[in-house]
């Protein structure tokens, strides 16, 4: 059985005019509608992708009262229809006021069958991209969200969710190591709900963001008087964290003196306030993160190796944005639903070029990154769909125009090529295949060589 075509609604009320074009359009299921009833009646029944509207509709076949009155309704019962205007009534004015009221296109009378056929098909694509998008987004948050709100759907970072929901339930101390912007407070959240602290409070901090004399304030505590400005006694974030967990961003960024300090309360589980004599028992779990090497800081004496090892007992590394393949599109889709919703309600999906810019860009800042992008595009953003114009890349960031290796070069476009594939048929090892223009055991093979995974 052949697929069913598209549904194309013409509502025009020159009966010659409905003939020819009836049978102008052989890829399209053509129905006709020759006033506002009949219209809305065949939206409602057919819900086609496309509609051409004459303004001129009986009983005002002059004006355009009547048309924009289809086209009103057309937008409030099914907003995503590509509405295609012809009239000959005060083109300018009329296409300007259809185009403001939601119409796709606008088309002047005398009607080319073949121009108006080009822009049809065009409005047709365009409905199929854009459902697409809805589609993916409406489902990548339920299909792809792992270790509470983690969207992935990269086995890399699978694997990392993985890791943390087997350590949740324990009490060990956990060190998660990844560049700015790669959501290790979202991982160390999800490590908290997944726990059986869950219950108790998660409170975060970011040491990097604290002035050193203020640190030590802010994770014990002071007792009123104990400096000046104390006017009142003050719990710190560990004992705010009290029956549940502290995540500690940035650690590597505490000076050597405080970290004697936190040693000591991770060996004892006790606290004392500054300015205060009594000794406070907390039960506080401690999860860490930081972009710093701190093997590196240890050889070099600006981090404690006993405080390592105390809060390192179990370290994950979580990989770069561009490490996690496919999920540089599926988060930007999650987040263009957000931010359209708050901030530009029109922007209903991703143009073609703009996935391609999002899929190949190398995202150095990470999810971070590609969060701000997307808040700027839909911002900016004058049509439905974002374009890479929108989203601000600046060519000058490609990196491979600094490899001179030839050998070097090859095998980083390949691996960026091959990502690109695996990515755009989501891991299917056939389809990428045949994108790449090579056979499967090739594919695999290079797979193998390159310690790539589908």
């Known amino acids: 059985m052949a697929d069913k075509k598209p549904t194309l609604l013409i509502v025009e009320d020159d009966e ?27 939206l409602r029944s057919e819900m086609p992708a496309v509609v051409t509207l004459d303004l001129g509709l009986p009983p005002d076949p002059d004006g355009t009262i009547e048309g924009f009155a289809v086209l009103d ?49 065009r409005a047709y694509n365009l409905h199929l991209i854009e459902a697409e998008n809805r589609r993916l987004t409406a489902h990548a948050s339920e ?19 993985r890791t943390i929901e087997r350590v949740a339930s324990t009490s060990v101390s956990v060190m998660l190591l990844g560049a700015s912007g790669t959501g290790k407070e979202l991982l160390a959240q999800g490590l908290h709900d997944a ?26 505590g002071h007792e009123k008087g104990a400096f000046t400005g104390a006017v009142k006694t003050t719990e710190g974030k560990i004992e705010s964290a009290n029956g549940g967990t502290l995540f500690l961003d940035e650690v590597g960024d505490i000076p050597l003196p405080l970290q004697v300090k936190l040693l000591r309360f ?13 000794t406070i028992s907390v039960d506080t779990r401690i999860v860490c993160a930081t972009h710093q090497d701190l093997e590196a800081m240890i050889g070099a004496g600006t981090f404690r190796e006993d405080l390592f090892y105390r809060l390192a007992e179990i ?22 639903k957000r931010f359209s919703k708050e901030m530009n309600p029109s922007v209903t999906g991703f143009a073609p070029d703009a996935l391609t810019a999002i899929d190949t860009h190398d995202w150095p800042g990470n999810v971070r990154e590609l969060e701000n992008r997307v808040k700027r ?13 929108d ?42 295949a045949k994108m790449l223009g090579i056979s499967r055991p090739t594919l695999y093979d290079l797979l193998k060589q390159y310690d790539l995974h589908a």
């Open 73 to 121: 309704a057309i937008m409030e019962l099914k907003p995503d229809t590509k509405v295609i205007v012809a009239s000959g009534h005060g083109a300018r004015e009329s296409a300007l006021q259809a185009i403001e009221r939601g119409a796709y296109d606008f088309y002047q009378k005398p009607v080319d069958i073949d121009a108006l056929g080009l822009i049809v098909r």
């Open 143 to 161: 299909d792809k969200t792992v270790l509470g709100k983690l969207v992935t759907g990269a086995p890399e970072m699978v694997k990392v969710a």
């Open 391 to 432: 989203l601000d890349f600046n060519d000058e960031d490609d990196e491979s125009a600094d490899v001179l290796n030839l050998k070097s070069a090859r095998e980083q476009a390949d691996r960026r090529v091959i990502r690109h594939a695996l990515a755009r048929s989501e891991g299917n090892i056939s389809n990428s």
């Open 16 to 42: 010659g005019l409905q003939a020819q074009l009836k049978w102008a359009y052989e890829d399209f299921e053509v129905v006709i509608a020759g006033d506002r009833d009949a219209a809305i009646a065949a």
């Open 377 to 389: 595009a839909v911002i900016m953003a004058d049509g439905k769909l974002v374009s890479a114009e």
């Open 195 to 220: 726990s059986d602290r869950s219950e108790g409070p998660f409170v975060a901090i970011n040491c990097a963001a604290i002035p050193e004399n203020l640190l030590e304030s802010e994770l014990f």
């Open 315 to 336: 370290v994950v590394r979580i990989p770069g944005l561009v490490e996690r393949h496919g999920d540089a599109i599926l988060l930007a889709k999650v987040f263009l």
């Open 266 to 278: 991770l060996q004892e589980r006790t606290i004392e306030r500054i300015g205060g004599r009594k």
